[in-house]
T-cell receptor
Framework: DGGITQSPKYLFRKEGQNVTLSCEQN?????MYWYRQDPGQGLRLIYY???????QKGDIAEGYSVSREKKESFPLTVTSAQKNPTAFYLC???????????????????FGSGTQLSVL | AQKVTQAQTEISVVEKEDVTLDCVYE???????LFWYKQPPSGELVFLIR??????QNEISGRYSWNFQKSTSSFNFTITASQVVDSAVYFC?????????????FGKGTRLHILP
């Protein structure tokens, strides 16, 4: 079955430590996104990538880094510079503007099941 | 700049009542897309509907209906005869045209409680 896989489901970070959240998709989607969800804040965009080897900052990129070396993968690193990392992180993908096979679903975001990150 | 406002933070209704979730958006684009997503307690967001800016027809899907009004920049969502399983957080979202910036902006969500 096609979909988006996020791992791990729960992650704990120690002070001063970098941690990486995994996001893999087998939907052949061009665009991938990372969102952070805090209670009462909704979803806020961290980084997004429209194509391999390219990505853009979202609204709250400070303290985070990403890479897009493969179409299927868009890992997010929460660095020690992120002073308040405790949150629920959601990865998403969609066809993107180059994905013209099925226009009816091109604009639709597909989400992973999320990673809950907590600080020890 | 794009913006999505869901003014209702939390709503509680008794089962079988109808409930409407409000969504107001701001954009300068003439072509844009609006979405509704449901987030049950499991956490994963579930797609409900997509609407493009050129299609103002209202849509009905079972107990769900959506009212898109460009004149008021609103895309409201109504659940008819609500059920306990409808309890979730609901997000409205906005995207620009697909041939340019692919950012998708979400509202802060409305937490819906359906009481038995």
């Amino acid at each position: 079955d096609g979909g988006i896989t996020q791992s791990p489901k729960y992650l704990f970070r120690k002070e001063g430590q970098n941690v990486t959240l995994s996001c893999e998709q087998n939907l052949n989607h061009d665009a991938m996104y990372w969102y952070r969800q805090d209670p009462g804040q909704g979803l806020r965009l961290i980084y997004y990538s429209q194509i391999v080897n390219d990505f853009q900052k979202g609204d709250i990129a400070e303290g985070y880094s990403v890479s897009r070396e493969k179409k299927e993968s868009f890992p997010l690193t929460v660095t020690s510079a992120q002073k308040n990392p405790t949150a629920f992180y959601l990865c998403a993908s969609r066809g993107g503007w180059g994905h013209k096979i099925d226009r009816s679903t091109n604009e639709k975001l597909f989400f992973g099941s999320g990673t809950q990150l907590s600080v020890l | 700049a794009q913006k999505v406002t869901q003014a209702q933070t939390e709503i509680s209704v008794v089962e079988k009542e109808d409930v409407t979730l409000d969504c107001v958006y701001e954009t300068r684009d003439t072509t844009y897309y609006l979405f509704w997503y449901k987030q049950p307690p499991s956490g994963e967001l579930v797609f409900l509907i997509r609407r493009n800016s050129f299609d103002e027809q209202n849509e009905i899907s079972g107990r769900y209906s959506w009212n898109f009004q460009k004149s008021t920049s609103s895309f409201n969502f109504t659940i008819t005869a609500s059920q306990v399983v409808d309890s979730a957080v609901y997000f409205c979202a906005l995207s620009g045209p697909m041939n340019r910036d692919d950012k998708i902006i979400f509202g802060k969500g409305t937490r819906l409680h359906i009481l038995p």
